[in-house]
């Protein structure tokens, strides 16, 4: 018995959101296929895509350690699987990889047996995934690639995700440049106090955001998709960061920043035309250091 499962890219953060934001795109993604074996465990028995830099040991794989986390929640540590995973976004690039390949895991492993826990229910599982790839379990990637849509993590601890509606006809521009930041590295250099202006700051902006895109009110989000605190410190890790951001403004779009830990960038636009040039226009602004990227446009 076989089960294949793709699960997208996201872009974590949404600029003022660090951490409790995120959005999925309908491409790039991961795909799992989980095939059932009579031998207990969990084993990866290919990756793909990857040029080889992946753990194989399934404990130490971001798909692998989410589908045995779940099978020791559910008491089904007899069954066995073998695992192949098909990379098919960047490693490294912001994109939400580790966590892409996680969700795909434990939702692949869910339908194989039967789907004895909700969808929600699986986002603990494909959060190991992050623990065992960055150092931190945080769920603003797991959470959109799993439920699709806009994610709200309101709260980790318990864990509450919310899904928030979008403008209709709401792009996405991603763009990565062919360079790769090491999410821990990014979240290294990130200061661990945030001053009481800067809070009061992001805190306008998050509120901003999430009211407008539900109203929806274009002028609103555009004015929100501001960050304070993170960005300022992580824009040094990518090179010609001003410059594409104004490149993606200066085209229309409603607000540019780094997409989780970069180095890729992403830019919201009323409409897929708008979204397509801003695309083009910050492309260009990498080319013009020579730094070649990849373009990927959706409706979120
Ligand atoms: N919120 C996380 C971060 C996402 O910015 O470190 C990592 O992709």
Same mark, same amino acid.
């Given at each position: 018995?076989?089960?294949?499962?793709?699960?997208p890219?996201?872009v974590?953060n949404?600029?003022?959101?660090?951490?409790i934001?995120?959005?999925?795109v309908?491409q790039?993604?991961?795909?799992?296929v989980l095939t059932?074996?009579?031998?207990?465990?969990v084993?990866i028995?290919a990756?793909l895509?990857?040029?080889?830099?992946?753990?194989?040991?399934?404990a130490?794989?971001?798909?692998?350690?989410?589908?045995?986390?779940?099978?020791?929640?559910i008491?089904?540590?007899d069954?066995?699987v073998?695992?192949?995973?098909?990379?098919? =976004?960047?490693?490294?690039?912001? #994109?939400g @990889?580790s966590?892409a390949?996680a *969700?795909?895991?434990?939702?692949?492993i869910?339908e /194989?047996?039967?789907?004895?826990?909700?969808?929600i229910?699986?986002?603990?599982?494909?959060?190991?995934g992050?623990?065992?790839?960055?150092g931190?379990?945080?769920a603003?990637?797991?959470g959109?690639?799993?439920?699709?849509?806009?994610?709200?993590?309101?709260?980790?601890?318990?864990?509450?995700?919310?899904r928030?509606?979008t403008?209709?006809?709401m792009?996405?521009?991603?763009v990565?440049?062919d360079?790769?930041v090491?999410t821990?590295?990014?979240?290294?250099?990130?200061?661990n106090?945030?001053s009481?202006?800067?809070?009061?700051?992001q805190?306008?902006?998050?509120a901003?955001?999430?009211?407008?895109? =539900?109203?929806?009110?274009?002028? #609103?989000? @555009?004015?929100?998709?501001?960050d *304070?605190?993170?960005?300022?410190?992580?824009?040094i /890790?990518?090179?010609?960061?001003?410059?594409?951001?104004?490149?993606?403004l200066?085209?229309?779009?409603l607000?540019?920043?780094?997409?989780?830990?970069?180095?890729?960038?992403?830019?919201l636009?009323?409409?897929?035309?708008?979204a397509q040039?801003v695309?083009?226009?910050?492309?260009?602004?990498?080319l013009?250091?020579d730094?070649?990227?990849?373009?990927?446009?959706?409706e979120?």
């Amino acid at each position: 018995e076989t089960v294949r499962v793709f699960a997208p890219a996201t872009v974590a953060n949404v600029a003022c959101g660090f951490d409790i934001f995120g959005f999925a795109v309908d491409q790039p993604g991961d795909e799992v296929v989980l095939t059932r074996r009579d031998e207990p465990g969990v084993t990866i028995v290919a990756i793909l895509g990857d040029e080889g830099r992946l753990p194989r040991e399934a404990a130490r794989n971001t798909a692998g350690i989410a589908i045995q986390k779940y099978l020791e929640h559910i008491g089904r540590t007899d069954v066995g699987v073998d695992v192949i995973l098909h990379k098919q =976004m960047p490693l490294g690039s912001g #994109l939400g @990889s580790s966590a892409a390949s996680a *969700v795909a895991g434990v939702y692949a492993i869910n339908e /194989l047996l039967g789907r004895p826990l909700s969808t929600i229910d699986l986002l603990p599982f494909a959060m190991e995934g992050e623990r065992v790839a960055c150092g931190s379990a945080h769920a603003d990637n797991v959470g959109p690639s799993l439920l699709g849509g806009f994610v709200v993590v309101r709260s980790y601890n318990p864990l509450d995700v919310i899904r928030i509606d979008t403008p209709t006809g709401m792009h996405a521009t991603l763009v990565h440049p062919d360079i790769e930041v090491n999410t821990k590295d990014a979240r290294f250099i990130l200061r661990n106090e945030v001053s009481l202006k800067n809070t009061i700051i992001q805190m306008g902006n998050v509120a901003g955001l999430i009211a407008g895109l =539900m109203k929806p009110d274009y002028s #609103l989000i @555009s004015r929100s998709l501001v960050d *304070v605190i993170i960005e300022p410190v992580r824009a040094i /890790l990518i090179p010609q960061f001003d410059e594409v951001k104004q490149a993606a403004l200066d085209n229309g779009a409603l607000g540019c920043s780094i997409s989780g830990s970069g180095p890729s960038m992403f830019a919201l636009s009323a409409n897929a035309e708008i979204a397509q040039q801003v695309g083009k226009a910050m492309q260009e602004a990498f080319l013009s250091v020579d730094i070649t990227s990849e373009l990927y446009v959706s409706e979120i």
